[in-house]
């Protein structure tokens, strides 16, 4: 079955930084487009980023543009997403997601998320 697994996430102090990864299974992974999304309790769920195929469209949300950088490395399956300079309001879940290449009917699929704590 097809399996997205969030590591890195943790507890830290406010300006501190940390780097999530996201390893994809059984997928084609360089056929998907990837993004990070965070939530937190009573929330919406967030998309913070997304990187395209071949990493030549990246997104960012307004609240951490500047701050966030996602990458990807195909040949590893893999999605990073390096948060600096971490403010309180950044605490959340943070999940993967995968999205399909536009044309087929696969469906997207979803990490099961890393807990990540700012504290003030």
């Known amino acids: 079955q097809v399996e997205l697994v969030e590591s890195g996430g943790g507890l830290v102090q406010a300006g501190g930084s940390l780097r999530l990864s996201c390893v994809a299974s059984?997928?084609?992974?360089?056929?998907?487009?990837m993004a990070w999304y965070r939530q937190t309790p009573g929330n919406q769920r967030e998309q913070v980023a997304f990187?395209?195929?071949?990493?030549?469209?990246?997104n960012y949300a307004d609240s951490v543009k500047g701050r966030f950088t996602v990458s990807r490395d195909n040949a590893k399956s893999t999605v990073y997403l390096e948060m600096n300079n971490l403010r309180p309001e950044d605490t959340g879940v943070y999940y993967c997601?995968?999205?399909?290449?536009?044309?087929?009917?696969?469906?997207?699929?979803w990490g099961r998320g890393t807990q990540v704590t700012v504290s003030a």
């Open positions: 997601k995968a999205d399909p290449i536009p044309g087929t009917t696969d469906p997207p699929y």
């Open positions: 059984r997928i084609i992974f360089s056929h998907y487009r």
């Open positions: 990187i395209s195929m071949s990493s030549t469209i990246i």
